[in-house]
DNA sequence: ATTGGCAGTCATGTCGGGTGAGTGCCAGTC
DNA sequence: GACTGGCACTCACCCGACATGACTGCCAAT
């Protein structure tokens, strides 16, 4: 049975051991907190928590590190949520003070990140609120290829190639620019989606094909949301804790580096009633990230459906600081890209 | 005076050390290279490439590894451009066959060339060719802030946020953004931006202000390049050879996520005649990179300035195969860029 | 100019002993 | 029954000694 002061051993071997990196034993556990027991006493709530498998002797007769299983437990029952310091809320406030672009927005939201954790930060891109279709742009690129932007009054702008495969007129073009912009402007984007359904139809059976190959890439375009695209920084913070990682660092830059993989992380990730979510060791081994650990916060921009913010790091990390920091910055910037919304007309 | 064979020894040096990154002896070069002389006239020579600088041993009674200045001369004088293989030609070919969207272009390319070298891959953005404006859309964000979208017919596509200062009535943002695209749509860039600079003055006193503060913007957008951006990959490949730098690779990688330091770097290098250029260990010191060597190319895209490409890696890399990669990679990528206009209407 | 030979240097690897941190267990105490 | 002090035992780690081997630098001979 783990008593109530196991509890409280192995808080203090995860806190020891983050802080200084080495084996914590019973005797410098008594001399730095104050538990009011023996070494001997100690011992025998870590043959304990050994037994439960939340802590783990790297080779006989050396102190106790935790286990994944340890840091698990203490991440969801034992980490006492601190409030950030003075300095770090002031550095938030600077920091994603004035707002601008959304690209912007979100380059600066991640450097603080990963500036406040000291690991590597990520931010996948919102989904915007309800929104609406500002204008459609067809640019020729070649004689067969043409470029559509989409913009919506939402701020997004979405541009893809069109390839037809057969020569387009200019004068057709124009044409089919107008229609466009004539049938979907204004419209919010379900309802553009479906007018674009049936655009094609309008035309004459020569041209239909080339009107419904483009209505039907600019339907993705309209639909597509940005949350396949996220932004990172501080991949430098990895060589920094270099020694966290048995061997080598290059499988978890390799995985890092690998887009789809994290945005499958972070779509796996299941956040707690207050959108936080913590991924520890082992937990990420199916993505190659087996030796790190994932804390995501959701966030959301004014009406659109929650994405994800987070940090990564070695398994070894400071816990308590970085969920405080995740959990604020995306406090914020929900803050920041919904107030964008509201005083809007 | 350094002998014709003292540089044949100073060429095999470079490739044995390179290979198996072991200080390379007399001994062992008689061994694998048919010199037709023996070991001690090596040793001869090898102390006048000692006294010259291009190599040095690390300590006394061991073989001799190149210095940066003998990285140096191989790469002016000794190294042979090898053609590649066919693989790797083929590689490329399909790579890139397809052309698509320059963002998609770019990163493709980026990952190819990553992948052909085993190396730390970037691609600066070119200039597009001479391009006229396409169209100016006006959407707002808030009471006070407006995004601004330029499209050119070269296909890029610039946002910008533009916060105001004053709240803005929605008919007086229709009439700017009807004024402004009748007034430079079609335009060569360097047209708008004349206009754009007197733009303001048609408006009424209280409105010229908020207007000439758009026109302004825009007019940053019309002149601006997009050549202050660049795209990378494999930095995971730093890891992998991280054994050839001092101490950890911290520093570098924090260096190569500071994006104004490699276009920086990629600014003051001095290409040969052929677009080449090289910069070998401490040439880069002043960039934080002085235990790398980077390997540029110059590329254009139809009629736009030349940007350049290459590859980061440490010191120790195989030079022949990638300058050939390098040079390869920008060569395909001008075709394929400038084709595309080419065929044009 | 080139060569073979030889003494000298120095990094590397291995072995053994000493040291110390830390555990597990047990008998005794509160 | 919970806690404690004591003790034997286990290893990782450090250190000095020693052997090994790869080189070089130099010199006299060709």
Redesign the interface.
């Known amino acids: 049975m783990v008593s109530e002061r196991s509890l409280d051993v192995l808080r203090v071997i995860v806190q020891d051991y983050v802080a200084s990196r080495e084996p914590v034993g019973s005797k410098s556990i008594v001399e730095r907190h104050a538990f009011g027991v023996s070494a001997a006493t100690i011992r025998n709530d870590m043959a304990v928590l050994e037994e439960e498998e939340l802590i783990t002797a790297p080779h006989t007769s050396s102190g106790r590190i935790p286990t994944d299983k340890g840091y698990r437990v203490f991440v969801d029952q034992l980490a006492d949520l601190r409030p950030l310091s003075a300095p770090q809320r002031q550095a938030i406030e600077t920091f994603l003070g ?4 959304l690209d ?1 927005v979100l380059g600066r939201t991640v450097r603080l990140l990963s500036q406040l954790t000291h690991q590597v930060a990520l931010v996948q891109y919102p989904t915007l609120g309800p929104s609406r279709v ?2 459609v ?1 067809l ?5 067969t290829r043409v ?1 559509s ?1 989409l ?3 939402s ?1 997004r ?1 979405d ?3 069109i ?1 037809l495969g057969v020569p387009l007129e ?1 004068e057709f073009l124009g044409d089919l620019r107008a229609r466009l912009n004539a049938s979907i402007d204004g419209l919010g984007l379900a309802d553009a989606a479906a007018r674009l359904s049936t655009f094609g139809d309008q035309f004459s059976a020569s041209r239909a094909p080339v009107a419904g190959q483009v209505a039907a890439i600019l339907s993705e375009q309209v639909l597509a949301g940005r949350q396949d695209r996220l932004v990172m ?4 913070n ?3 804790t ?1 020694d966290d990682f048995t061997g ?4 978890v ?2 995985a890092i ?1 690998e887009q789809v993989t994290l945005l499958r992380l972070f779509g796996e990730m299941a956040p707690d009633e207050s959108g936080f979510s913590a991924s520890i060791g082992r937990e990420n081994a199916s993505f190659g990230l087996g030796e790190t650990s994932v804390l995501t916060s959701g966030y959301t921009a004014s009406g659109g459906d929650p994405a994800r913010l987070g940090v990564l790091g070695p398994i070894r990390m400071d816990y308590v600081g970085n969920m405080a920091a995740v959990r604020a910055v995306a406090h914020y910037l929900s803050r920041l890209l919904g107030d ?2 509201r ?3």
Chains 1, 2 share one sequence.
């Open positions: 004035r707002s601008a672009d912007e500002r204008h742009e640019v020729p690129m070649s004689s470029m932007v913009i919506t009054d701020g702008v541009q893809r190639m390839d200019t920084a501080g991949a430098a990895l060589a920094r270099e080598s660092i290059f499988p830059l390799e580096e964008d919304e005083s809007d007309r």
